[in-house]
C-alpha cells in the first residue's frame, strides 16, 4: 500500500506539470504560432521548442544585459532590474565574441525563425533539457544510461548540425542563382536602369529565394540612406560566401572608380558561372576517391563471395570424396 501511495504523491507533479505543457502548446497551436512569417509551417522539434522558448530567452536575455551585451529583448530579468548599464571595457570580451559569432551564422543561414542569439541559446538549452529528459526515462525504462548519454548528446549537436545543414542550403541556393541575377543585373543597368531599381526587380522576378531577400534587404537599406558600398559589404558579410564578396569588391571599385557597372556585372557574371562549372568538375573528380572504401569494405567482399562461394563448395565436394 505504501509503495503505490507514494506512486500517486509522486505522479501528482508530473500531470499537474504535463498538463501545464500540452495547454501552452495548443494555445500556441490555436494562435498560428506554428507558422513562420513567410507561411511555411516550422519543423516537428521546432513546434514543440517555440512555446517554451521564449522563457529560456528571456533568461539569456537577462544574462546577456547583465554582461553589457544588449540583444533583441531588452526586458531583462526582476533579479536585474535595478542594475546600472554595464561600462564597454566590463563586458566579457569571450561572451561578446560568442554572440557577434552567433549571430553571423544566423544571418548566414536567413535568420531562421527570426531567431536572435539569445533566442538560438534558448533552443540550445531547450534541446539539452528535453532529450535530456527523454533518455532519463528510456534509460530508467531500459537499465541502461547510454541510451541517456546519446540522447544527451543527440540534443547537444542537434541545434548545431541544424544550423550549419540550413546555411550549407542555403549557400548553395545562392550560388545557384547568383549567375542568372547578374545576367538580369547587367541587362537592366545596360538598357539604363539604375543600380538600384534594378536589384528591386531581380528582388520581384525571384520571389521568396535567399538571393531575393538579400537584395531586397540591401535595396531597403540604399533606400533609408545607407551607402551603396556598405549596403554592398554588409550582404557580403551576411551570406559569408567568397563569390559574393568577390562581386561586392568588385562593384564598390568600380563605383569609386566611375567604371561602368554593367561591364563590371558582365566580368563578374561569368567568372561565378566558371567558378561554378570548375566546383561541379571537382566534385565530379572527387567521386571515384569516395566510391572506394565503399567498394572495398561491402561491394567487392560479396561479390567475391557470389563468386568463389560455388568454387569452395566443389572445392570441399571433391575432397570428402577422396
Not at 528582388?203 to 554592398?232: C, H, Y
Not at 563468386?307 to 570428402?320: D, M
Request: aromatic share 10%; hydrophobic share 50%.
Amino acid at each position: 500500500m505504501k509503495p503505490i501511495l507514494i506512486s500517486l504523491i509522486a505522479a501528482i507533479p508530473i500531470i499537474i506539470v504535463a498538463w501545464v505543457l500540452a495547454d501552452t502548446y495548443i494555445r500556441f497551436v490555436r494562435s498560428g504560432g506554428e507558422h513562420t512569417a513567410s507561411g511555411e509551417r516550422m519543423p516537428l522539434l521546432f513546434r514543440f521548442a517555440m512555446p517554451y522558448l521564449k522563457g529560456f530567452s528571456r533568461i539569456f536575455a537577462g544574462f546577456l544585459h547583465a554582461r553589457g551585451i544588449a540583444g533583441k529583448h531588452q526586458a531583462v530579468l526582476p533579479w536585474e532590474s535595478s542594475k546600472q548599464e554595464t561600462p564597454q571595457d566590463a563586458r566579457s570580451p569571450i561572451l561578446h565574441w560568442l554572440y557577434e559569432k552567433t549571430r553571423d551564422r544566423l544571418l548566414a543561414a536567413g535568420s531562421p525563425h527570426d531567431f536572435e542569439p539569445e533566442d538560438y541559446w534558448g533552443f540550445i538549452f531547450f534541446c539539452i533539457i528535453f532529450f535530456g529528459l527523454v533518455g532519463a526515462v528510456m534509460g530508467l525504462m531500459t537499465g541502461t544510461m547510454y541510451v541517456f548519454w546519446g540522447l544527451l548528446l543527440a540534443g547537444i549537436l542537434l541545434p548545431f548540425a541544424y544550423l550549419s545543414d540550413t546555411i550549407r542550403r542555403r549557400q548553395s541556393r545562392v550560388r545557384k542563382e547568383l549567375p542568372f541575377a547578374l545576367d538580369l543585373l547587367t541587362l537592366s543597368v545596360e538598357a539604363g536602369m539604375d543600380f538600384t531599381a534594378a536589384l528591386a526587380n531581380i528582388v520581384e522576378r525571384l520571389k521568396k529565394s535567399p538571393l531575393a531577400q538579400e537584395f531586397d534587404q540591401t535595396v531597403k537599406e540604399i533606400n533609408i540612406g545607407k551607402q551603396r558600398a556598405d549596403a554592398l559589404r554588409d550582404m557580403a558579410g551576411r551570406l559569408a560566401m567568397t563569390e559574393v564578396n568577390t562581386v561586392a569588391s568588385a562593384l564598390i571599385q568600380a563605383d569609386q572608380l566611375g567604371t561602368g557597372l554593367g561591364e563590371v556585372l558582365r566580368i563578374q557574371a561569368e567568372d561565378v558561372r566558371t567558378r561554378r562549372f570548375q566546383s561541379a568538375e571537382k566534385r565530379a573528380s572527387e567521386v571515384p576517391v569516395k566510391m572506394l572504401f565503399p567498394l572495398v569494405a561491402f561491394i567487392f567482399p560479396v561479390t567475391f563471395l557470389m563468386i568463389a562461394a560455388p568454387l569452395l563448395i566443389q572445392l570441399l565436394r571433391f575432397l570428402l570424396r577422396r
